[in-house]
Each structure stands twice: as structure tokens, then as C-alpha cells.
């Protein structure tokens, strides 16, 4: 028999936001249930978002060790123990257990049950063998992978980010389909660490970013010998002698690839499939649950936040809207989204940083904008660090607002606090380029390009002109 529970807030997932907005809200001594199909800590702690990245950490430390002979150490690698390279990463993801774990949630007062939510009126849902009842639901069952329709596919094994990482030695011929949610770091991952790597991206990689600031990471994997073929469309998949061929078309021509793995790194898409959204009283599309500005679905009593709503799949937005809803529902303050501006970080490497407007969405905007760049070449510390593949672009109105800054580059995740300071503080240029920088540090090159709006400023037309005329009073 169903068991009838009565709380304040439901959260429906226990993933980053749903986790982050739960513990909280019931610090505040709110009566919160969170409801989890799996485990806690979703995509983070379950998923292959982290365990990628320690992956391509491990990668890029091996290459360190290998390039070491180039600054007069003599290093001598020996290979790569992949079984010991798992066991580590396993070992980081417990680092972060922690803060998902049951004890600490039900330490803060959160009743957890474990089960797959599904709503039954606007007011109730089923989870497990109970009935929940709350004033107000909040969805966060984030996104999962959208399985392509290729010819042959069902007939082929193949992997996703999570179960590639598994024991038995490295693969010897990756083909990586799709570069969406960690298909990227996962081909630098695994090339860096001696495998073979083909991606094959129907669009373009990292489409959503700068162009500009993408094509470093484009070139930083043509240099690690990925072979990357964009705008290509599939048209067989095979399993030829427990080999996985593929026929694709790519620039009109058509084309067959054979390797030993494939791995599905393609679409994501909002995960609402066991929901049943539509009793509820909820809108929604293939692209997520619909909200307003502060995260309210058609049905005022149910939120929805993080990767379910669609329209981009990234850490730092999740949080973002915890904090809009926890404001929401904690202190009734009408707190609303702004997706244009929060910072978000592609972990590749190089890294992606933007905050605020890219180029091309300033230019749909301003009639006129200023966008400025500095290399990360010509700084010291780059120099001698040897990462000097870089770039950082402000893009500024002539009055020196800024509109955004994108770093592509190491520490790039780093470097971009203070743009995102300066953006939400509406701080000017001109503030930024009188800031106080240690000395070698790479953060200099922020102050360099803030600076080089004056510069240009400073050798305009008008400018030189007056100069022009004052020479011939010296
Ligand atoms: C390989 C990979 C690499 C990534 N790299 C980056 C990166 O470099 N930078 C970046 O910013 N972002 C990255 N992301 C995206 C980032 O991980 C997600 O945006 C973020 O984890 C989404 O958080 P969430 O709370 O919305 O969902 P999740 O953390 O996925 O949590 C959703 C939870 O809901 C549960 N659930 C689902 N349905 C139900 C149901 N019906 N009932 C109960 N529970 C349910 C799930 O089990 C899960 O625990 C990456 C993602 C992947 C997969």
C-alpha cells in the first residue's frame, strides 16, 4: 500500500542543482524531500563529466612527462598503467561523495526516497511506494543522451563518456560520434594517453562558443593527431570482424572509417522521459521543461532548473539557477535568470572561459562594438611556462562598458572571475586597466587588453591630428 507523505518542497533529482537547491533550503527549516531514480550527485558524481576530466588531467600530466626532455629533464616515460589510471579516478570521485551523500543530507534534514518520480496530479506524485504531496515541486532531473539514428547502430556495440572508462587497457582506435558534453575532452583524453581518435561531428564543435576562441582547441587537436570531420553525416555503422566500420559523407565525398570503440558523445537531451509532465499541468517540448524567468513552469507550484529546461548543458548555469530558485522560494524575492550573462568553462584543453556576450550576439545587439585581444604569447609567465596557445577577447562599448570576455588558454577557468566581477558590477575598462597585477602572473593579460582599448583610444584620427598640428608649435 502507497504511503502518503506531506512536505513543503519536493526536489525531484538528486543531481548538482537538485542537491545544492535541497540542502538549502531545508538548512532554513523548510520540510524538503529530494526523489532519486539512481544515485545521488548525478551527472557529476555518476555520469562522466568528472571522471572525463580526471581522465584528460591524467593525459595531460603524461604528456608533461614526456615533454620534459625539451627543458633539459630527463624524464623517461614507461607507458601508462590504465587499470592504476581508473583506480585514481575512482579514488578523486570519492573525494567528492561526500557532498552528495545521504548522510549529509539527511544530517541537513532532507528526506530522501529513492525511486523514479512521476507526477500524478498538479499537487502529487508517485515515487517508490509513496505519495508525495507538496506546495511546491522542483524538477531537476537533468539531461540524458540522445541515442542517433544511424543505420546499423542497433546492431553494433558501442559506449557512452561513463562506460568507456572501463578496465581492461587502453582503446586502440576510438570514433567519437558527437562532441557535445564531453566528447571533446574525451578524445583529448584518450589520444593523449596513446589511443587512435576520430571525431565525427555532424555541425560544427563547440558551436555555441566563439569561433575564434574554439579554433584553439580545434588546432590543439589536429596537433594531438585527432582526425575531426565536421559538417558529416553517417550513413552505415558496421561491426566487420569486431571491427566498427563507418560509411559517413563528408565535403560531398564518401568515405569509410574503421577503429575498435565507439563512443556516443552526441545530443543530450532535457530528461523528462518518466515525468509525466502532462498531468501536471506543465509545458514542455523536445527541447525541456518551459519556465519563465524565474523558473516557474506553467504550473506556479512546480520550478524546473538545470539541464531539464534545455537550451545549453553546463555546471555553472545549474547554479545559477539554484540560487534564482532559492531566493524564489526561501525569500519570496522575484529573483529571474539571466542566461546571456553567467560564466561557463568547456573543460578541453585548452579550456573555454565566456562571461557575458559572445562577439556575434554583441553584434546582434550594438551597432557598434569594441573588441579587443591579447595573446596569451606575450605574457612571461606564459613564456615561460610554455603555454603560450592563447587568447583572451573583451568586447566593450565605446564608452568602455563591457559587454563580455571569452579566454581560451590555461587557467582560463581562473581568469575569467574577474570579467564576470567587472560585467556584474558593470564595472568599466578603464577600471581594470589601472588594476595592480603581481608581477608573471598570467592574469596580466587582463590588465593588457583593458589597456588596449586605450591605446587604440589614444592613436585615433582625431588624435593624431591635434598631434599633427602641435608639432609645429615645438
Ligand atoms: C561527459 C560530460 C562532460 C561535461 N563537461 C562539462 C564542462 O566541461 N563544463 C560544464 O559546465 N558542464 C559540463 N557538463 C554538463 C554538466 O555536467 C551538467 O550541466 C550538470 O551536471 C547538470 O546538472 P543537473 O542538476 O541539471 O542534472 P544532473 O546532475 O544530471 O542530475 C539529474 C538527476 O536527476 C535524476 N533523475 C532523472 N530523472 C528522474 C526521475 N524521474 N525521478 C527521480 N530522479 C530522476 C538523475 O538520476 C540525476 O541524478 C558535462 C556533462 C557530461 C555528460
Redesign the pocket.
Known amino acids: 500500500m502507497s504511503k502518503l507523505i506531506r512536505t513543503d518542497v519536493c526536489v ?7 542537491v545544492l537547491v535541497a540542502s538549502a533550503i531545508s538548512q532554513m527549516g523548510i520540510k524538503t524531500i529530494v ?10 558524481l ?4 568528472t571522471k ?2 580526471s581522465l584528460l588531467s591524467v593525459g595531460r600530466l603524461f604528456e608533461q612527462i614526456r615533454s620534459a626532455q625539451l627543458y633539459g629533464v630527463k624524464a623517461i616515460p614507461n607507458g601508462v598503467d590504465y587499470d592504476r589510471v581508473l583506480n585514481y579516478i575512482e579514488r578523486t570521485i570519492k573525494e567528492f561523495e561526500p557532498d552528495y551523500s545521504q548522510e549529509r543530507l539527511e544530517g541537513l534534514g532532507v528526506n530522501l526516497i529513492f ?4 507526477f500524478l496530479t498538479k499537487k502529487t506524485l508517485q ?1 517508490a511506494e509513496n505519495i508525495v504531496t507538496a506546495k511546491r515541486f522542483i524538477i ?4 540524458c543522451l540522445k541515442t542517433p539514428k544511424i543505420d546499423g547502430l542497433d546492431e553494433v556495440p558501442f559506449y557512452t ?2 562506460t568507456i572508462l572501463k578496465k581492461g587497457g587502453i582503446p586502440k582506435h576510438l570514433i567519437i560520434l558527437g562532441s557535445m ?2 566528447g571533446l ?2 578524445a583529448q583524453a584518450f589520444s593523449l594517453l596513446g589511443s587512435k581518435v576520430t571525431i565525427i561531428e555532424k555541425g560544427r564543435i563547440l558551436s555555441q562558443e566563439d569561433p575564434e576562441l574554439v579554433n584553439f582547441i580545434y588546432e590543439r587537436c589536429l596537433e594531438l593527431g585527432i582526425n575531426i570531420y565536421q559538417d558529416t553525416n553517417i550513413k552505415k555503422v558496421k561491426n566487420l570482424s569486431n571491427r566498427i566500420t563507418i560509411a559517413l559523407t563528408n565535403n560531398k565525398e564518401e568515405k569509410s572509417i574503421s577503429g575498435s570503440h565507439l563512443v556516443l ?1 552526441g545530443e ?1 537531451v532535457p ?1 523528462i ?3 509525466n509532465l502532462a498531468v501536471a499541468g506543465v509545458d514542455f517540448s523536445n527541447d525541456g521543461v518551459k519556465v519563465d524567468k524565474r523558473l516557474r513552469t506553467k504550473n506556479k507550484n512546480i520550478f524546473a ?4 529546461i534545455g537550451h545549453g ?6 547554479e545559477n539557477h539554484a540560487e534564482v530558485i532559492i531566493k524564489n522560494i526561501l525569500f519570496f524575492i522575484p529573483a529571474t535568470i539571466d542566461e546571456m550573462h553567467g560564466p ?5 584543453s585548452p579550456e573555454l572561459a565566456q562571461v557575458g556576450l559572445t562577439e556575434s550576439q554583441a553584434r546582434e545587439i550594438y551597432k557598434k562594438i569594441r573588441v579587443m585581444r591579447w595573446p596569451y604569447s606575450e605574457n612571461y609567465r606564459a613564456q615561460i611556462e610554455a603555454s603560450t596557445s592563447g587568447l583572451i577577447k573583451v568586447i566593450a562599448l565605446d564608452n568602455g562598458k563591457i559587454l563580455g570576455a571569452g579566454l581560451v588558454g590555461d587557467s582560463a577557468g581562473d581568469l575569467i572571475h574577474i570579467w564576470t566581477l567587472a560585467i556584474e558590477s558593470q564595472l568599466k575598462l578603464s577600471l581594470i586597466s589601472k588594476m595592480k597585477f603581481p608581477f608573471m602572473t598570467l592574469g596580466g593579460i587582463s590588465r593588457q587588453v583593458a589597456k588596449s582599448f586605450f591605446i587604440s583610444n589614444i592613436f585615433n584620427k582625431q588624435n593624431r591630428l591635434i598631434a599633427n598640428i602641435l608639432k609645429n608649435f615645438r
Open positions: 525531484i533529482g538528486g543531481g548538482v542543482g537538485g526523489v532519486e531514480s539512481q544515485n545521488l550527485g548525478g551527472e557529476r555518476n555520469g562522466g563529466s572525463t576530466f525511486g523514479q518520480a512521476k515515487a531537476a532531473t537533468g539531461s563518456n561513463e558534453g564531453g575532452q574525451l558523445c543530450r530528461d522521459k518518466y515525468l532548473i538545470g539541464d531539464v548543458f553546463s555546471e555553472g548555469r545549474v561557463r568553462l568547456v573543460l578541453t
